[in-house]
DNA sequence: CAGGATCCAGTACGATACTG
DNA sequence: CAGTATCGTACTGGATCCTG
């Protein structure tokens, strides 16, 4: 099966790593790892409102591009961790730079929202 | 109509704007405006993919954040353009950033595609 | 030319149930 | 605990047609 997004990523390959950083998740789950190590219980804590379904898929992705790193240790109950590369690291530092810089901000754009909405 | 996404916002309100910014079109139409103001249909050819909905769509979320200025000339044909304001000039610039990282780090990234695909 | 309106397909996503 | 599998739905986003 061949999506469109593969065929539009194959003319832009590097929109596709892009796209999987700043994805809805991916964001957060890159930024909360800045923190340090996490088991995925955390993780899911840590982001709330993550479905069990997409944290690990989204995990998923970014260990497969080499921005995260997950261990597994064969225990019983599973135990498995998941940390940055440094890869990963160079990645959720920039966009943890967006994200606080849009915190910093939100003030400006909620004013800018309400001009924009009252005059409508 | 209540929408999960606003609920999901409301708890943390920063997150939209994040969203806004990193969204799929939002990151692209960021990246090209840092070049300069420019017409719908430049937008278009510029980012390459979007339809004429999605980037409509996507100025309009980015204008009423704030970070991007919208300019009707009122002829016939109608003339559009759009440029960022500073506040937009501040988010883009990050953006850049993190997409130019992707660019440059796109190898690595690759490798580590075919090395998690070849053990799996 | 710059979009608005409409329609529709595919996808993303969440809820639930299940397993090692 | 850390997932996978399955299912159903809401939403995204593209195609098309239309207008000032």
Chains 1, 2 share one sequence.
């Not at 597994?72 to 940390?83: F, L, T």
């Not at 590369?85 to 400006?108: D, F, I, Q, Y």
Request: glycine content about 6%; charged content about 25%.
């Amino acid at each position: 099966m061949v999506r469109d997004a593969d065929v539009y990523n194959q003319r832009c390959p590097s929109r596709s790593v892009l796209e999987h950083i700043t994805s809805r998740w991916g964001v957060l789950v890159l930024g909360i790892l800045l923190a340090g190590t996490q088991r995925f219980s955390e993780l899911r804590k840590g982001i709330g409102g993550v479905s069990e379904k997409m944290l690990a898929q989204t995990l998923q992705t970014l260990e497969r591009d080499g921005l995260v790193l997950r261990k597994a240790y064969p225990v019983i109950p599973p135990r498995v961790e998941y940390s940055l590369t440094p890869l990963g690291l160079e990645a959720a530092r920039r966009v943890a730079e967006l994200a606080s810089w849009s915190e910093l901000n939100l003030s400006k754009v909620l004013d800018a929202r309400q001009t924009y909405d009252a005059q409508s």
